[in-house]
């Protein structure tokens, strides 16, 4: 059995994944696939990980999960996919690093299914963007709650994925930066589902037409009939010179209004965001998804 674990980060997906894949969830559990709504398992799953302190779950555990979010006897590969799994938003930043405790917390899950394959999916986020939500989404969440004493210079997503790679070595982890999704959104849809690019699904343009205006995204459509791409970066070509001119300012533009950031700071911090990413690129390990 193959178990996948898509684990946000916060504030990149919004759900839209495992809802795009909820959508051909008949399709998929023809191919022993199954998607099961994250209401299902967003508690038990953190509950039970935490309950086996650094263990592999028994027989009966596994069971208790299986029976809370399948209906069918069995499956090949089993998606979950909740921004909650790593950690609540108010604890990304603490004293002890930037989302610090993802490589214990992602070693729990693993030993969830001992005996199954685990794939571990994450997507980035710039930090210079990613703290403003965070605030938003934290309950009575402020400046001072999410960062403490942090600098937001610290916050580097290469060291995170370096201290998942030190404490599991052989993990099958794919990762992508989420400002490039609305460029890669379907390879990262097949990813999830452990299917090839060419299989059909439903929910290519889920994400698109959440930033794109109803009149772009209808002309991209109708372009994309009438000049089928020739592969994954012609689309990317296509999709991207279309979100140029159609793309909703409202969607994608973030304000960031922080005590004490500068225009300067800003910047400074996206180009450590995209040092890291090139850095994380490179790891030996990782599967990261670019445009």
Same mark, same amino acid.
């Given at each position: 059995?193959?178990?996948?674990?898509?684990?946000?980060?916060?504030?990149?997906?919004?759900?839209?994944?495992?809802?795009?894949? $909820?959508?051909?969830?008949?399709? $998929?559990?023809?191919?022993?696939i199954v998607v099961p709504s994250p209401r299902l398992y967003r508690q038990i799953l953190p509950r039970v990980a935490k309950s086996l302190k650094g263990g592999p779950a028994g027989p009966d555990a596994q069971q208790v999960i299986l029976d809370a979010v399948m209906e069918a006897d069995e499956a090949e590969r089993v998606i979950f996919s909740h921004e909650g799994l790593i950690c609540f938003p108010v604890n990304v930043i603490s004293e002890t690093g930037f989302y610090s405790m993802a490589p214990q917390r992602i070693a729990a899950y693993s030993n969830l299914f001992p005996d199954a394959q685990s794939e571990f999916f994450l997507a980035?986020?710039?930090?210079?963007?990613?703290?403003?939500?965070?605030?938003?989404?934290?309950?009575?969440?402020?400046y001072a709650s999410i960062m403490g004493r942090t600098s937001p210079m610290e916050l580097s997503w290469a060291s995170v994925?370096?201290?998942?790679?030190?404490?599991?070595p052989n993990i099958d982890l794919t990762v992508w930066c989420n400002e490039d999704t609305p460029l890669i959104w379907p390879e990262v849809l097949r990813?999830?589902?452990? $299917?090839?690019?060419?299989?059909?699904?439903?929910?290519?343009?889920?994400?698109?037409?959440?930033? @794109?205006?109803?009149?772009?995204?209808?002309?991209?459509?109708?372009?994309?009939? &009438?000049?089928?791409?020739?592969?994954?970066?012609?689309?990317?070509?296509?999709?991207?010179?279309?979100?140029?001119?159609?793309?909703?300012?409202e969607e994608i533009d973030v304000e960031i209004d922080l005590p004490g950031?500068?225009?300067?700071?800003?910047?400074? @911090?996206?180009?450590?965001?995209?040092?890291?990413?090139?850095?994380? &690129?490179?790891?030996?390990?990782?599967?990261?998804?670019?445009?």
């Open positions: 059995m193959q178990i996948v674990y898509h684990l946000g980060a916060h504030a990149t997906d919004e759900d839209r994944l495992v809802r795009a894949l $909820l959508k051909n969830r008949g399709t $998929l559990e023809s191919m022993g980035l986020r710039n930090p210079a963007t990613l703290v403003p939500a965070l605030i938003e989404r934290a309950v009575e969440g402020s994925v370096r201290r998942i790679l030190a404490h599991m990813a999830l589902a452990g $299917l090839s690019p060419e299989d059909a699904l439903e929910g290519d343009f889920d994400l698109l037409a959440a930033i @794109m205006s109803d009149e772009g995204l209808a002309k991209l459509k109708a372009y994309l009939d &009438a000049h089928p791409p020739e592969d994954a970066a012609h689309r990317r070509r296509t999709t991207s010179a279309f979100l140029e001119k159609f793309a909703l300012p950031w500068s225009a300067e700071l800003v910047a400074a @911090m996206s180009k450590v965001y995209a040092d890291d990413c090139d850095e994380i &690129a490179a790891m030996p390990g990782v599967n990261f998804i670019a445009p």
